[in-house]
């Protein structure tokens, strides 16, 4: 199969690779990009463990094709741990046992890692939309729920310490 040059910035970080137009965002990311944290699991738009951040929003990376995605800037779950330190979602899924087996988790995180870094005031049902949309066997999405609510209350009370200056 034809491959072709592909420009993407992930992570902060430019990727000049060679793939096939069939080829998705999700494959691209682990075989040729290196980076698989991204979860590949039903492969049609189901399960949400593929999900990335694509220019600011929630993507399926399994419905995108890679070439879609040229000269876009793309966050992968390996972009939240910085400097050996993990972000306030990571560490609130591990406190509060929002993962078993783990193959949903960076689906999970990438879904709602815009909603807690803006500190959004969901409601019960709002959180509980915004995660129906992915699936996890393992949990029972009620530690889930309690991840994200403590995630989205760190981030608020980390960004209020912050001086005015700094920011
Ligand atoms: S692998 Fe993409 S939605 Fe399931
Ligand atoms: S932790 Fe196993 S599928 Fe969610």
Redesign the pocket.
């Known amino acids: 199969m034809e491959r072709h040059p592909l420009n993407l910035t992930v992570n902060g970080k430019p990727y000049a690779v060679e793939t096939e137009f069939r080829k998705t965002l999700?494959d691209t990311l682990r075989e040729d990009c290196g980076l698989t944290g991204t979860h590949?699991?039903?492969?049609?738009?189901?399960?949400?463990?593929?999900t990335v951040v694509v220019e600011g929003k929630a993507v399926?990376?399994?419905?995108m094709f890679a070439h879609q995605a040229e000269g876009m800037e793309i966050e992968t779950v390996e972009s939240l741990e910085k400097e050996g330190e993990l972000h306030v979602l990571q560490e609130a899924f591990a406190e509060h046992h929002a993962l078993q087996c783990g193959f949903c988790t960076p689906g999970f995180l990438m879904l709602v890692k815009g909603a807690v870094e803006r500190g959004e005031e969901l409601s019960d049902a709002e959180l509980r939309h915004l995660l129906s949309s992915n699936l996890c066997r393992c949990t029972g999405y009620q530690n889930i729920i309690r991840a994200v609510r403590a995630a989205i209350d760190t981030f608020k009370e980390k960004a209020s310490a912050v001086p005015e200056a700094a920011r």
Not at 60 to 63: F, P
């Open positions: 999700a590949v699991g039903c492969e049609h738009g189901v399960c949400g463990a593929c399926r990376s399994c419905l």
